[in-house]
């Protein structure tokens, strides 16, 4: 379970760094229960994660896979917060604009996985081949 913010309709800065660290973890919580492709993106890392074990990779190549899957996640959670504000903005309407955001929103979740696949590739591949 996430911790517990202190105030819930809190719309002032935070008042300690335990705070702030208390809202990023329910938000981080938010994502992972309102988003599938989050959870398939977990679920991902999961299965990258025994094969860099199976595979051996070295320092560099944890480092760089590590690297590709902070960058998918943080992605995805990037997007998620767009989406909402979108939301929030076009009250249930279609708006072209909120199109807009939201699909290049997605679009930065997509080349960040597009890099992170082909770095996988080369790095597994190298392994394989
Ligand atoms: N209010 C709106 N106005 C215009 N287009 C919209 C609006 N809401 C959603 N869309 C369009 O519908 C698509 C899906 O919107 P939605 O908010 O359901 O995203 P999602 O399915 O959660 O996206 P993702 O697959 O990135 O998680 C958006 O990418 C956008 O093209």
């Known amino acids: 379970m996430p911790m517990a913010s202190s105030d819930k309709h809190q719309t002032k800065k935070n008042r300690s760094i335990f705070q702030s660290v208390g809202h990023a973890g329910h938000g981080l919580w938010e994502v992972f229960n309102?988003?599938?492709n989050f959870r398939y993106h977990l679920m991902i890392m999961?299965?990258?994660i025994i094969a860099g074990f199976i595979f051996a990779l070295n320092l560099l190549e944890w480092i760089m896979v590590l690297g590709c899957i902070a960058a998918v996640l943080v992605a995805e959670i990037l997007n998620s917060a767009i989406e909402r504000l979108a939301d929030l903005a076009a009250d249930g309407k279609f708006h072209p604009l909120i199109k807009q955001a939201k699909d290049i929103a997605a679009s930065g979740v997509l080349v960040t996985a597009l890099f992170a696949a082909i770095i996988g590739l080369?790095?597994?591949g190298n392994k394989l081949f």
């Open 34 to 36: 309102t988003e599938r």
């Open 122 to 124: 080369l790095i597994f």
């Open 46 to 48: 999961v299965v990258i």
